[in-house]
């Protein structure tokens, strides 16, 4: 590609892969937009991981970004068969390790007594940021799956990141040395 400008999109549409032309405001462009958006905000959390202590989740954070690039390549693609070349797919096996983690990083935190607001540390808090920013991919793509056919695996698979993108905002607030920000009710 040697210029990142087309002047096709002029107009408000985009196409997709394999696909029409669609308004850029289409369900699927914001699905597919929402995850992009998520795997930025993986990127600014990766910079607040720096410090050793973070290493395995940072290197977590590292493989879910070439997963989300995957997942949004899927929401893309309104129809796989019409695509010039195959597409990487989320599996089943994505969302068992990502239970997995959060079993592992869970067995290694206190037993949570209270609600916990997002903060404790910069790490911690821009993984909270991440995770609410993976709800709302979530809800995105549960709003087009009423409508048009969805990637199989990727509800469950959105559904279990967020999960783990709390309980890795835990743990990096303890490798940190910060602390849960409890909620104390109104």
């Excluded at 690039?69 to 129809?79: E, I, K, Y």
């Excluded at 797919?89 to 609600?115: C, G, H, N, S, W």
């Excluded at 940021?129 to 199989?152: H, W, Y």
């Excluded at 959105?158 to 990096?172: E, G, K, V, Y």
Aim: with cysteine; hydrophobic share 40%.
């Amino acid at each position: 590609m040697s210029k990142i400008y087309t002047r096709r999109g002029d107009d408000g549409s985009t196409g997709l892969f394999g696909g029409p032309r669609v308004s850029k405001d289409a369900l699927r462009v914001a699905a597919y937009g929402e995850v992009d958006e998520l795997n930025s905000a993986i990127g600014v959390a990766l910079e607040e991981l720096r410090d050793p202590k973070q290493k395995e989740i940072a290197d977590i954070l590292d493989r879910l970004q070439s997963e989300l690039f995957n997942l949004g390549g899927q929401l893309a693609t309104p129809d796989a068969a019409a695509a010039p070349k195959d597409v990487p797919r989320i599996k089943m096996e994505d969302v068992t390790r990502l239970e997995a983690e959060i079993d592992r990083f869970t067995a290694e935190l206190p037993q949570m007594r209270y609600f916990i607001l997002p903060g404790g540390s910069r790490p911690g808090a821009a993984l909270h940021f991440c995770r609410t920013v993976c709800r709302r991919a979530e809800r995105k793509a549960v709003e087009l799956s009423r409508t048009e056919a969805m990637p199989e695996h990727a509800l469950s698979y959105l559904n279990r990141l967020s999960d783990l993108l709390f309980i890795m905002a835990r743990a990096a607030n303890l490798r940190a040395g910060g602390r849960e920000v409890p909620w104390k009710g109104a």
